[in-house]
């Protein structure tokens, strides 16, 4: 089935490749995808094209990559180049999908239909770049997408719909991701469909109250901290799984830790201690209970199950893994 409206389409990772296949698929004209530049990846530190930006090559759709649309940012001339691009396309609306760059009002304002967002949450929870990540992190029950209209606000226009599943106790991010990407897919495209069928597309101004924000996931929080409980740590695991994994040091080697889950833990225990070792994974006293690791890698190894990981470095009952630093007090807020 063929369409008459025309959508270009902004994102970068594969949560945006599935909703331009699906847009694309279901028979909407694509005349113009928008990227993030090419970045350096894997082991090579090649550049590497974004997810949707092989999707669009492969299926001839063009492509621009401008490191910022943003006239009084550092890219003028770019940010200049991709307006006046944008503004010779025709097209009826504009969909945008983890694209990675603000979009200004004066983008937001070239779309006859205005700029339509897929967001991984059920908005006003989790605004921001990691909505997945951050919702098993806080043990959120369920989660979904929100389709919502554009403003010049971080995730805060009106919304038009939204779908919701639930949260399961073996949900990773990488799960999670998997699964939001398809339902946000198909709810884009019926979205598109009626927008086309009515002219316009009803929305709901956001509730004032529960707004939280989901901050970007960095690096320097993989690392563990034993003396928290056991549930909060096994969420951390599965909320960082595929990036940046859990860490912890053993011995001045650091370890990935990417399954687990919580136990009781005898007390008396120091945080961080291994109090069993077995087959059935390594279990570590923790603030509050105790964790079982059953998925676990070794620097420069693969993700192996407890049982593979023990035959290759064997841990034994007592062995402490080291506790982070704290921040300096300074940089605490109280409680």
Known sequence: MSHSLRVIFAGTPEFAAA???AIHEAGFTVPLVLTQPDRPAGRGMKLQASPVKRYAQEHGIAVAQPPSLRRNGKYPEEA???????????????????YGLLLPQEVLDIPPRGC????????????GAAPIHRAIEAGDTETGITLMQMDAGLDTGPMISEVRTPITANDTTATLHDRLAQLGAKLVVEGLVALERDGALPSTPQPAVGATYAEKIGKHEAALDWRRPAVELARQIRAFDPFPGGAATLDGAQLKLWAAEPVDGKTGATPGEMIEVSAAGVVVAC?????????????????LPAREFLAGMPLAVGQRFELPQLPDSADTPAA
């Open 19 to 21: 909703a331009l296949a």
């Open 80 to 98: 200049a180049a991709a307006l006046d691009l944008l503004r010779a396309t025709p097209h009826d609306v504009m969909v945008v999908a983890a």
């Open 116 to 127: 339509i967002n897929i967001h991984g949450s059920i908005l006003p929870r989790w605004r």
């Open 287 to 303: 603030g509050e209970g105790a964790l079982r690791l059953t998925q676990l890698q070794k620097p420069g190894g693969k993700r």
